[in-house]
């Protein structure tokens, strides 16, 4: 571990690369079509259920820096879902908490023309669950340990906070139903379904909606089996019940939100996608490399722990190609650790490259959308702490955003071992004010223990370069829960303002340098792709 810690040290002491140094050649099809191009909303978000396994606790959304970190992250889509999904009652009649019905008394003073010129709920308020916080998470840990789940019910004021927070993070929320409420011929009982959608569509609220969580493992967690085909089923009845509601009749479905694709959940995704299939917008299923409570570092800087995720989505892919084809799939949930992440290992600038190469592959397989688990909330894998403070894969998610467009590109490596160099080409962002058409994102993942160079093709090597090198700051390197950008620490200026991104200009010809175990963003101007113009 010294050993390791020293030659991260030394490498960080000099990145750079002279003019003409040698280093990985990179090999780009400039010339060709995008191999891939994914939703304008492919990094998205969710929040778990478990939140209001109390909740009093959904009153966090309305922390002002917590919308702010949000936003930062839009456009995309914000997933209310998980175990505890299923394990959630609606009762329109039920009086909220005292801190709901705070929150809610604010939302009912907002000017209707200025829907987020939302006043937060008092700091103390936030403060005092906060302080409670911690033996909240010992609660949802003790359900998900046991795999004793309880019913909790939820109040109109529930969801108007829930709705808010999306909207005014300007991210559009899916909603998910609860799927174990059954009939006695074990079918769906959807009279529980109705009442959210009363309330939500006499609110106009802009929605789209997920029946169950991860359906391979329902008699785990409640001793009810449900099969893929009645599952299907059950969907083709929400659609139906959709239909009655002027809001919702040309609203999204999405399902069935299955876990990785191990034997029985393959079955049980084949038969759902026969039965139901043509009823959802697009397939979702759950991807965790590692198991949270036995997860090593050794496991987050693996290639061959990486690779796996390959295979997983092929298997997925194959089943939705052989039943529903042309249907978008989405990753509905994912991380890096399941059991709700790995401590002292998920919530550092470790689990970067597991999440920044789960994004690059995603779009390089096909994967439409991708959802993070979790925005905020209980575990280790958020990308923001009960503090409210950003971890480093929020600042990594921000850049993707900020960096990256949905083109995908062509991109090889030669000179070095692409399972340890990994390397991704996209179109820029054309979003971004700085870059125009035909500039092109190049972002790479070094897991080697000393520093590699990236040699641009030569057609590119008078371009300009601007670098976005995200390294750890602290004395925990790697295992830091602070960044720098090109050597700044990134930070929020204030609860309502995000830190300026600032790039590195690099000298014409110079190489890309990636320290040991590190990541980083390079945007090559005026490269003229032609799939970016």
């Known amino acids: 571990m010294l050993l390791l810690l020293l030659l991260l040290a ?37 929040l778990d259920a478990n939140l209001a396994t109390d909740p009093r606790y959904i009153t966090f959304l309305s922390s002002l820096k917590l919308r702010t970190l949000a936003r930062g992250l839009s456009p995309g889509f914000l997933r209310f879902g998980g175990t505890k999904t299923d394990f959630l009652i609606f009762d329109p009649k039920k009086e909220p908490t005292l801190e709901e019905k705070i929150c809610s008394d ?5 000017d209707a023309a200025d829907v987020c010129g939302f006043r937060p709920a008092p700091l103390d308020l936030i403060e005092h669950l906060e302080l409670q916080w911690p033996f909240q998470e010992l609660l949802i840990r003790g359900e998900l340990d046991k795999k004793k789940h309880k019913n909790t019910t939820i109040t109109r ?26 009939t006695r011929n074990s079918q769906w009982d959807s009279s529980n379904a109705r009442f959210v959608l009363d309330y939500c569509d006499s609110r106009n609220y802009n929605m789209s909606w997920e029946l169950g969580n991860e359906p391979n493992s329902f008699r785990l967690k409640s001793g009810i089996h449900i099969d893929g085909f009645q599952l299907g089923q059950d969907f083709v009845q929400l659609r139906h019940l959709l ?6 009749r040309n609203s999204k479905l999405y399902g069935p939100d299955v876990g990785r694709p191990r034997k029985h959940t393959q079955r049980l995704l084949r038969s759902f996608l026969k039965s139901g299939g043509k009823v959802i917008d697009s397939v979702t299923w759950h991807h965790y490399y590692v198991n949270g409570r036995n997860a090593t570092r050794e496991d987050f800087l693996s290639p061959d722990v990486l690779d796996t995720f390959t295979a997983d989505v092929q298997a997925v892919q194959q089943i939705v190609d052989a039943t529903v084809p042309g249907k978008k799939v989405w990753l509905g949930e994912t991380s890096s650790a399941y059991g709700g992440g790995a401590p002292r290992l998920s919530n550092t600038y470790l689990a970067g490259f597991m999440w920044l190469d789960k994004l690059g592959l995603s779009a390089k397989l096909g994967i439409d959308v991708v959802m993070r688990q ?21 600042w990594l998610s921000l850049l993707y955003k900020k960096l990256v467009g949905t083109r995908v590109l062509d991109i090889s490596l030669a000179g070095e071992d692409h399972r340890r160099l990994r390397v991704y080409l996209h179109c820029t962002n054309e979003h971004h004010p700085k870059y125009r058409d035909g500039d092109v994102t190049l972002f790479a993942l070094n897991l080697y223990n000393s520093t590699k160079y990236l040699q641009l093709p030569s057609s590119l090597s008078k371009k300009t370069v601007d670098e976005y090198l ?12 602070s960044v720098q950008l090109n050597g700044h620490v990134l930070k929020m200026l204030d609860d309502e303002t995000l830190p300026t991104l600032r790039e590195k200009p690099l000298s014409p010809g110079t190489s890309l340098g990636l320290p040991a175990f590190s990541y980083g963003f390079f ?8 799939a970016c113009i």
Do not use: M
């Open 523 to 530: 945007v090559i101007q005026n490269a003229k792709a032609i």
């Open 374 to 394: 979790v925005f905020f909330g209980a575990g280790t894998y958020h990308l923001v702490d009960a503090s409210f403070e950003p971890l480093p894969d929020y």
């Open 243 to 248: 239909s009655n509601y002027s809001h919702y």
């Open 106 to 110: 604010l939302l009912e003073k907002q």
């Open 10 to 46: 030394w490498a960080l002491l000099s990145v750079a690369a002279p003019p003409g140094a040698c280093g990985a050649a990179l090999s780009f099809r400039l010339r060709a079509q995008p191999v891939r191009e994914v939703s304008p909303a492919f990094l998205s978000l969710t």
């Open 470 to 481: 995200l390294l750890p700051y602290g004395k925990e390197n790697i295992l830091s829960r």
């Open 157 to 182: 004021s529930t969801l108007d906070i829930l709705y808010n927070f999306a909207q005014c993070s300007e991210l559009h929320l899916i909603f998910g139903l609860n799927a174990l409420l059954r």
